[in-house]
């Protein structure tokens, strides 16, 4: 796989903004699911704004989590069930191993997990000698491709279906088509055949119900379903926060997951598993382990600024409407989670100054809160990351980011304070500006780092007089009068 | 709230220094509707610019200048949503640890208006007797729109212009990517942004765009001027100034 660092950012970026395919991709999704979000959720009851009941719900359990987590594993395992608490990513990825090893495990079908692309799976399974296949379509297409998921529900969105038809040619040794009902059939074909002989499932969960001690995976094709009971042993991998409290809180929530996710009022297959098969059940595995990861979770917890961040339900909607994420795609983020959520879930796992362009390189124009299935603050945070950047941080380990540039806006504080020096400044500024290159009257050029902004675009000029001095003159006229 | 008679201006920096001819048309409109107009001397800047770069003790003295500049107003209207929502909302967050100074800019916020939200909402004006003649469409501010919930207030304005036709723009809500240091510091994204938002106001046929807000106003205005497009920008107080 290719390597992922959000430090590429701005060349990734610059890059993907250039891509016309890219945008025609994104474009579709922000048009029909984008929009359809919104709509949908004002479908739900015109009273009141179910996000509202979404994020109560959310916050009392992420409040509560410790307790919810005890009640989850007791559940699961009165079923059964082994469960895992995986405290680093390392972790998750040796009890994985660990599990392969005892059922000599020579392919491993898996899909429909984030977590597993954050902690590097593929990669440890690979290098273990076990072949692991991604089951779920987009997912399929990305591993094929040798690259990495560039949305969080929709893996493969980045490509045509010409691409998908020159990839299966190439790599299925099937003949060339873009018919999507015989691309899918080639995928589906493929894929059986590796689920069939498959020794061990491993996947994500949406949630998960502590009430009930079970995960659900919702999906549109069904592939997990066979991933996830064929096997002799299924492994769940769970992030720590994915967890509702009881089976009321998990409807809540699963509703609005698929409406923000895709516009719909619930997925073609929405699965419950949480133990292994019982001894009058025809199939399920033999085993069964839910491995929950921390991986930096319970230091966001521990942060009331952030711990919001931790409601995500991880659908997606925020992606659909940012107009970054649109013109940069996923794979700009360098990182599994991109995006809105991305820009502030990263920085908080993998490191603030290591991804401080994720969380610089947004507008904060908003649009990702109002989609949000549980009104998730992010511009909030990331304002909050970059004040972290600004000035350091020792809880975080964050180290200021740009002396120059906060020497810059000390001093220009001391100057807005005091409009005299403002006005000797803009009378300076008015000076200096005559030696810019203009055209019709705007400048061409600016110097230093403000050259970003002529790139592309001209800057207005200083006025000949401000408003201030118009505003003074006509008092002064006035009184003569 | 009591309809006010008196109004203290908030020209904020760069309308002051760049675009004081919206400020003056800002003037004028709110002349035209009796008020007495108070402009405080010594404003300067709200300390967004700051505060969105992550420098928020720097924008917490600006905030406290403000503060002190215009405790004493009765209301106070500015032609820009963002440096409202920046009083409004992140005054707060600056000051959430000091009851104090937190009191103080509680009260401020509360009187501290965007000028259409100021007209309609407060005034209770949606005809200002201005006449424009041809047609717009409207961009909607980020802030503006999301952050202070001003979405019809200018569109009820223009509604109202004498020979004015305002044409909608495909997602008028869509950033156009300025986003202050951003657009410097991510010239490239920034601009990808632009070019959908132009792209946009293309497609409407109108040739003229009006918005609330100059920093979008003139971001728009600068790749319109770099690329020599044919689109003219407009701040509503310009329009809303036309002649009676
Ligand atoms: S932040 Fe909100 S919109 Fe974005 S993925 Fe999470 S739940 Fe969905």
């Known amino acids: 796989m290719l390597k992922q660092d959000p430090l590429q950012y701005r060349e990734l970026a610059a890059k993907a903004v250039q891509d016309k395919q890219l945008h025609k991709a994104l474009g579709k999704l922000r048009d029909k699911f984008g929009r359809n979000a919104v709509n949908l959720y004002n479908q739900l009851s015109p009273e009141h704004d179910p996000r509202q009941d979404a994020k109560a719900v959310r916050r009392k359990i992420v409040d509560n989590l410790d307790v919810v987590l005890e009640t989850l594993a007791a559940n699961i395992r009165a079923r059964g069930g082994h469960v895992h608490l995986a405290e680093t990513g390392e972790d998750a990825v040796e009890y994985c191993l660990g599990v392969a090893k005892r059922f000599q495990v020579r392919r491993v079908v898996k899909g429909k997990s984030m977590l597993s692309e954050e902690i590097h799976l593929n990669d440890a399974l690979e290098a273990a000698g076990i072949e692991t296949v991604e089951t779920d379509l987009g997912e399929y297409i990305v591993q094929l491709k040798g690259e990495a998921p560039s949305h969080i529900i929709a893996p493969a969105i980045h490509y045509t279906r010409e691409q998908v038809g020159e990839l299966f040619a190439e790599k299925l040794g099937e003949p060339y088509t873009d018919d999507p009902p015989t691309l899918t059939a080639m995928a589906r074909k493929a894929l059986r ?39 002799r042993v299924h492994v769940v991998l769970l992030g720590i926060e994915k967890i509702a409290a009881t089976l009321e809180d998990h409807d809540i929530l699963l509703r609005m997951l ?84 991305g820009a502030v879930f990263t920085p908080l796992t993998q490191g603030i100054n290591a991804c401080h362009h994720l969380c610089q390189g947004e507008t904060l124009c908003g649009a990702c809160k109002q989609v949000c299935p549980v009104d998730n603050d992010l511009p909030r945070m990331l304002s909050l990351l970059r004040f972290k950047l600004a000035n350091g941080d020792a809880r975080w380990n964050v180290r200021p980011q740009s002396l120059p540039t906060k020497l810059v806006f000390g001093a220009w504080s001391v100057i807005m304070r005091h409009r005299r020096m403002y006005d000797a400044m803009s009378l300076l500024a008015g000076f200096c500006q005559r ?40 008092d002064t006229t006035r009184r003569d009068a | 709230m009591t309809k006010p008679t008196r ?87 600056l000051f959430a640890k000091d009851p104090r100074l937190l009191e103080r800019a509680k009260k401020v916020a509360a009187k501290t208006f965007e000028f259409t939200e100021f007209l309609v909402d407060v005034l209770g004006v949606t005809d200002v007797g201005a006449t424009w003649n041809g047609e717009v469409t409207y961009h909607d501010s980020c802030h503006l729109l999301r952050g202070l919930g001003v979405k019809d207030q200018p569109r009820t304005l223009l509604s109202k212009v004498r020979g004015l036709t305002l044409v909608e723009m495909t997602r008028s809500d869509e950033c156009c990517g300025f986003g202050g240091t951003f657009s410097a510091k991510y010239p490239e994204i920034s601009e990808a942004l632009l070019e959908t938002k132009l792209a946009n106001i293309q497609a409407t046929g109108t040739g003229a765009v009006v918005g609330c807000d100059m920093g979008c106003l003139m971001h728009m205005q600068g790749m319109i001027r770099r690329r020599e497009l044919p689109i003219s920008v407009h701040h509503i107080a310009e329009i809303l100034a036309g002649e009676e």
């Open chain 2, 7 to 93: 109004v203290t201006l908030f020209i904020q920096c760069i309308v002051d220094s760049c675009f004081p001819e919206v400020g003056e048309a800002m003037v004028k409109v709110l002349e035209r509707q009796g008020l007495t107009l108070d402009y405080p001397p010594d404003q300067t800047c709200c300390g967004q610019p700051a505060f969105n770069a992550g420098y928020r003790d720097e924008a917490a003295r600006l905030a406290l200048h403000y503060l002190d500049v215009f405790e004493h107003a009765e209301v106070i209207v500015c032609p820009s949503g963002s440096c409202v929502n920046m009083v409004r909302h992140h005054y707060m967050e």
């Open chain 1, 193 to 231: 055949e590796k689920m069939l002989g498959a020794d061990m499932g491993i996947s994500g969960g949406n949630t998960a119900c502590a009430e009930t001690g079970h995960v659900t995976i919702v999906s549109n094709e069904g592939n997990i379903r066979m991933a996830t009971t064929m096997p």
């Open chain 1, 435 to 474: 030696l810019l290159p203009r055209k019709n009257g705007w400048i061409r050029r600016l110097p230093g780092p403000l050259g970003g902004w002529t790139r592309g675009r001209d800057f207005p000029p200083l006025a000949k007089k401000s408003f201030a001095r118009r505003w003074a003159r006509r």
């Open chain 1, 258 to 341: 698929t409406r923000a996710a895709a516009g719909q009022k619930i997925s073609t297959y929405v699965s419950y598993v949480g133990g292994p098969r019982l001894d009058e059940e025809p199939d399920g595995p033999e085993e069964f382990h839910l491995v929950l990861v921390d991986n930096g979770r319970s230091r966001i917890l521990a942060d009331p600024d952030f711990r919001e961040v931790l409601h995500c339900v991880r659908c997606g909607g925020c992606l659909n409407v940012c107009p970054v994420y649109m013109a940069i795609g996923g794979h700009s983020y360098g990182s599994p989670y991109c995006g809105p959520i």
